[in-house]
């Protein structure tokens, strides 16, 4: 898969897209498989752009449970193999270099709303040089990697639903809570207590 699925699939071209792209692609040559199911693992540190192309490129998906969202608001990724807990961490430390003032006035007006098309160009054009020096960098210039050891999470496991007592809505049960002897879901729970 090529940058340009990952730009269908996340439905623009941006420098976070990028970074999660080097990142899923250096997991998979380090790692050597991609998840049909969840043989591979990803934990992501951060919810931006970057994940998307994660979860395209690795087969590690929020649907299938073998996505971990931390919300430490960093850029760090740990993959993990599953068949024999083969595990890296992934930190982004690259910085992206300085603007030169022009930009930096036209960063800045765009960030106070300014959507004039003199400034939407020049945001677009800045970040469009971004994505292509992610895009073109080495991997060691761009990460940090290490192998480490990482607790295998459990496969993402299937449970029963039940009828919450309140609104009739199916639920499963671990996301159940019992108000006054009623077995309900969360959002019914929260309205009744
Ligand atoms: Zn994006
Ligand atoms: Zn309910």
């Not at 919810?47 to 960093?74: E, R």
């Not at 970040?127 to 192998?147: C, N, P, S």
């Amino acid at each position: 898969m090529n940058f340009d699925d990952a730009v269908k699939f996340h439905g623009h071209a941006c420098p976070g897209l990028a970074i999660g792209y080097r990142v899923a692609n250096l997991a998979l040559e380090e790692l050597g498989l991609r998840a049909r199911d969840e043989e591979l693992v990803a934990i992501v540190e951060n919810n931006s752009c970057a994940i998307d192309a994660i979860q395209l490129i690795c087969g590690c998906t929020f649907g299938k449970g073998n996505l971990i969202f931390k919300d430490h608001g960093k850029q760090v990724y740990t993959f993990i193999r599953r068949a024999d807990s083969e595990a890296i961490r992934i930190a982004v430390k690259w910085a992206p270099p300085p603007e030169d003032p022009e930009t930096e006035v036209m960063w800045q007006r765009y960030s106070e709303g300014d959507r004039s098309p003199e400034v939407t160009a020049a945001v677009q054009d800045r970040k469009a040089r971004k994505m292509k020096v992610v895009l073109e960098t080495d991997d060691a210039d761009l990460f940090t990697v290490g192998r480490v050891q990482a607790e295998i999470p459990a496969p993402a496991r299937i449970y029963k639903s039940i009828s919450c007592a309140a609104c009739g809505e199916k639920v499963m049960e671990p996301r159940t809570r019992e108000v006054g002897g009623k077995v309900v879901c969360l959002p019914c729970s929260e309205e009744e207590g």
